[in-house]
């Protein structure tokens, strides 16, 4: 059973428990429609199991990393025969979601650091360490 599969379980359960006017989706591919037509969505981009380049732009159809030469596809395929990528980011683009903040008055006024050009932005890495020289003492 798949992650989706698990989700729609999950969430039919559920919609049982509420009221029958509910708004809760009905699957896992109708919640991200709606994220995605809020503007919450993201983008998945390929990369290099190394972590050499993503392949995007230049590199989208490259079938091999140009760096270490390690193949973009595991060896197996998926369950509907497509291939697997090795290493999969997701991208959340952040135009949409500081669109809307702004569509609320109140939040637009919170962003704001002195004038209407400036805006607050506090970017959370949640122990993200991408070149590992930050220095930590504690497990995540």
Avoid at 11 to 31: D, M, W
Avoid at 65 to 78: A, M, V
Avoid at 117 to 139: E, I
Wanted: proline share 6%.
């Amino acid at each position: 059973m798949t992650s989706n599969e698990h989700f729609d379980d999950v969430s039919s359960f559920i919609r049982r428990l509420l009221p029958p006017a509910n708004k809760l989706p009905s699957s896992h591919y109708k919640e991200k429609k709606i994220l995605n037509d809020l503007g919450l969505g993201y983008v998945k981009i390929e990369a290099c199991k190394n972590n050499c380049v993503m392949f995007y732009g230049d590199y989208k159809d490259a079938f091999k990393c140009p760096k270490c030469n390690t193949s973009r596809w595991e060896d197996t395929l998926s369950p509907k025969g497509k291939r697997i990528p090795m290493k999969v980011l997701r991208y959340f683009p952040l135009t949409p979601r500081l669109q809307r903040l702004y569509m609320c008055g109140k939040t637009a006024k919170d962003m704001r650091l002195h004038d209407i050009r400036n805006v607050r932005l506090r970017l959370s890495t949640d122990g993200f360490n991408p070149y590992g020289n930050m220095n930590l003492s504690y497990n995540i």
